[in-house]
C-alpha cells in the first residue's frame, strides 16, 4: 500500500484557478453496486498489480464493511478516485473499542496532484464522524496523511498487527481521548496478503 506511484504519472499545472475549476466538477458520493467494475480500475491503474483489487473485494464481503464508507470521486460522470475505510478494532490492555482503517484509496494518475485525493480523505472523515467512529488510522504515504490532520501513531503509544516500519502509521482522533491510552490496533487478516 505503501508503494511508489508509477511513473507515468502526468504531472498537471497545479495553479490554484484550475485546480479550483476542477474541484467544482469533483462529486465525493458512497460506492453503488454499479461502480464495482470502475472502482477495480481506478486500483489497477494506481498500484502495480491487483492486490488492492483483491483485497477490496473480500472486505466488501467482510463484517467491517460499510458502504457508506467505501467513497467515489467522480469527474465529468467518469470514477477517478476511490478510498474504503474498514471497521478495525483497537485492542487496549483493558477492553477495547471500534475504530476505522483507511485502505486502500488510489487516483487514477491522469488526474492525481489535483487535490482529489485530499477531498476524498476530507470526505471519508466527515462519514466517520457522521457514524460517530472516534478514530481512523491508516498505513502509508506519512508526508501525504500529516496535510490532511493524521499524526504519527507513536504520538499515543499505538502500533498495529500489520508488518510496516512505524513510522508509516499515522492516526487522526475524531473524538477526543479515544487513542490517549494507545493500543493495538488489529487489522482483520485480509490486509496480511498485501502487506
Ligand atoms: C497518493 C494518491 C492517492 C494521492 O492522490 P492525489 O489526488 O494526487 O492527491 P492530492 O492531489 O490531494 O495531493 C497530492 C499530494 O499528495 C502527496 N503525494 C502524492 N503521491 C505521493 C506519494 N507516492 N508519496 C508521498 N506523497 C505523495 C504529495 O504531497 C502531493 O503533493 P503535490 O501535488 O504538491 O506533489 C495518489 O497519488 C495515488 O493514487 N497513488 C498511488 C496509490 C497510493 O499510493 N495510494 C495511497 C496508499 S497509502
Not at 467544482?24 to 461502480?35: H, K, L
Not at 460499510?66 to 478510498?83: C, D, K, M, T
Amino acid at each position: 500500500m505503501a508503494r511508489e506511484q508509477g511513473s507515468n504519472c502526468r504531472r498537471l499545472n497545479t495553479a490554484k484557478p484550475e485546480v479550483e475549476i476542477a474541484m467544482q466538477s469533483i462529486t465525493v458520493r458512497a460506492e453503488s453496486a454499479d461502480d464495482i467494475k470502475a472502482i477495480d480500475v481506478v486500483h489497477l491503474s494506481a498500484f502495480q498489480g491487483d492486490d488492492e483489487v483483491g483485497l477490496i473485494g473480500e472486505l466488501r464481503q467482510s463484517a467491517g464493511f460499510n458502504p457508506a464508507l467505501s467513497l467515489v470521486a467522480e469527474f465529468h460522470n467518469r470514477i477517478v478516485g476511490h478510498i474504503l475505510l474498514t471497521k478495525v478494532r483497537l485492542q487496549r490492555d483493558h477492553g477495547g473499542v471500534d475504530i476505522l482503517a483507511l485502505a486502500p484509496m488510489a487516483v487514477v494518475p491522469s488526474q492525481s496532484h489535483r487535490g482529489i485525493g485530499s477531498e476524498l480523505v476530507h470526505s471519508a472523515i466527515e462519514g466517520a464522524r457522521k457514524l460517530d467512529y472516534g478514530a481512523i488510522v491508516v498505513v502509508g504515504h506519512p508526508e501525504f496523511y500529516q496535510r490532511l490532520g493524521f499524526t504519527p501513531a507513536s504520538r499515543w503509544n499505538l502500533r498495529c498487527n500489520l508488518p510496516v516500519p512505524e513510522d508509516a502509521l499515522t492516526a487522526v482522533e475524531l473524538d477526543k481521548g479515544v487513542l490517549t491510552q494507545g493500543g493495538n490496533v488489529i487489522y482483520p487478516s485480509q490486509f496480511q496478503r498485501v502487506y
